[in-house]
């Protein structure tokens, strides 16, 4: 499992860096990818890293301004600069042990409930 922390509200234009923390394992071995699903909306992928190594993958809508990072051995953040409203949204983290990094949630095994983004304009 993972859980996702650091979301709220935020005023548009501003940043907000949201954390998933694995729970009991470390994420040495797995890909973490972040997505979001805004009201009446279908879950989108937004960014995804391989731990190890650190290499990363973006959704096109999200580039420049979405950073996804390690933090620490259990700890992926995912920073939002210049939030839009748009952003808005419930985001989730989760996790996949395949080797390959994705943007369909099929392949990710381990979600999180999400914590939820509100932004103000």
């Known amino acids: 499992q993972v859980a996702e922390s650091g979301g709220g509200l935020v005023q548009a234009g501003d940043s907000l860096r949201l954390s998933c923390v694995a729970s009991?394992?470390?994420?040495?071995?797995?890909?973490v990818g972040w997505f979001r699903q805004a009201a009446g909306k279908e879950r989108d992928f937004v960014a995804a890293?391989?731990?190890?190594?650190?290499?990363t993958y973006y959704a096109d809508s999200v580039l420049g301004r979405f950073t996804i990072s390690r933090d620490n051995a259990d700890t992926v953040s995912l920073r939002i600069d210049s939030v839009k409203p748009e952003d808005a949204a419930l985001y989730y983290c989760?996790?996949?042990?395949?080797?390959?990094?994705?943007?369909?949630?099929?392949?990710?095994?381990?979600w999180g409930q999400g914590t939820q983004v509100t932004v103000s304009s």
């Open positions: 009991g394992y470390l994420f040495g071995d797995y890909v």
């Open positions: 989760a996790a996949s042990y395949k080797p390959s990094m994705s943007s369909d949630p099929d392949e990710y095994n381990a």
């Open positions: 890293i391989r731990w190890f190594g650190g290499s």
